[in-house]
């Protein structure tokens, strides 16, 4: 499967590419206003986000922003997407393609003070060198993720350089913005 698309190149660490529906709320991330492409002009995105929807059904997307990393220098940083557009409990759907590399999620410190106390506890468990609450996975090539509920709210996540991936990978992350 070819995918041909213009791509925003301008400093993210990666090249990424917004489609959206037609009245859907701009969206804006840590500083980016990117342009919504539209589906109609990308077919193949369409196809996908159609066996998405087969494959997860109930679940309702609308835009889709979509990253490429082209070797294992290309990342991102330890994020969440929680931006207001999304509602309180964003469902994504991120599929990959290509190179595998790792995903990476770390739970936000607790705010309250009986979860830091919670959490200081746990601290005293915990082996040296072996970070709270961190969990990765290896994304495959042609691999369904799906976060929902808190998830954004709660736990930041991230796809860290991997210097011994020498090949492009494609991640398309599909969202809902309620309109
Ligand atoms: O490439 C990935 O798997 C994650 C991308 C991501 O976190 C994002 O686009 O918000
Ligand atoms: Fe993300």
């Not at 698309?5 to 990666?14: D, Q, Y």
């Not at 190179?99 to 309250?112: D, M, Y």
Request: hydrophobic letters at 35%; one cysteine or more; charged letters at 25%.
């Amino acid at each position: 499967m070819k995918i041909s698309l213009r791509m925003a190149s301008a400093v993210e660490p990666r090249d990424t590419c917004y489609v959206a529906s037609e009245g859907v709320t701009e969206l804006k991330y840590s500083g980016y206003q990117p342009h919504a492409y539209s589906w109609d002009d990308y077919p193949v995105l369409k196809d996908i986000l159609k066996a998405v929807h087969e494959a997860l059904p109930g679940s309702k997307f609308n835009s889709l922003l979509l990253n490429r990393y082209k070797s294992g220098s290309d990342y991102v940083s330890w994020h969440s997407d929680d931006e207001k557009l999304y509602g309180p409990t964003p469902e994504i759907a991120s599929v990959s393609f290509g190179c595998e590399r790792e995903f990476l999620l770390r739970k936000k410190p607790a705010k309250t003070p009986q979860a830091i106390q919670g959490a200081e506890k746990s601290t005293a468990k915990r082996p040296k060198g072996s970070p709270p609450d961190q969990h990765g996975f290896v994304l495959k090539h042609g691999s369904l993720l799906v976060m929902r509920g808190y998830m954004q709210r709660d736990w930041v996540h991230s796809i860290p350089k991997r210097m011994k991936a020498n090949s492009v990978r494609i991640n398309l992350t599909f969202r809902l913005v309620p309109t």
